[in-house]
């Protein structure tokens, strides 16, 4: 069963920055179009970042020139650089595939910007 691994999280200050990682055992991520979400508390979870197998990017606007998605093919994970951090990109992070597989969510990296 595909099963998504995020990494990477942490508490940062305001106008830090952030690497995630994503690994995806049973699945070879450069074949799917990917994205990184993020679901702060009381909130519905968003997708934040998109990145197509054909290397295509899109972003919300809320992170758009902050946060860069990326894929490392030979080890087989997907990143999200996050900049310029502010207390509004607090939650926590999953990755998945834009198409999501039934039960194949995980269980997310928490980030928390605060001073």
């Known amino acids: 069963q595909v099963h998504m691994v995020e990494s990477g999280g942490g508490l940062v200050q305001p106008g830090g920055s952030l690497r995630l990682s994503c690994a995806a055992p049973g699945i070879i991520l450069r074949f799917n179009d990917m994205g990184w979400y993020r679901q702060a508390p009381g909130k519905q979870r968003e997708l934040v970042a998109r990145?197509?197998?054909?290397?295509?990017?899109n972003y919300a606007d809320s992170v758009k020139g902050r946060f860069t998605i990326s894929r490392d093919n030979a080890k087989n994970t997907v990143y999200l650089q996050m900049n310029s951090l502010k207390p509004e990109d607090t939650a926590v992070y999953y990755c998945n595939t834009l198409v999501v597989i039934p039960g194949s969510w995980g269980q997310g990296t928490q980030v928390t910007v605060s001073s």
């Open positions: 990145l197509t197998s054909g290397g295509t990017t």
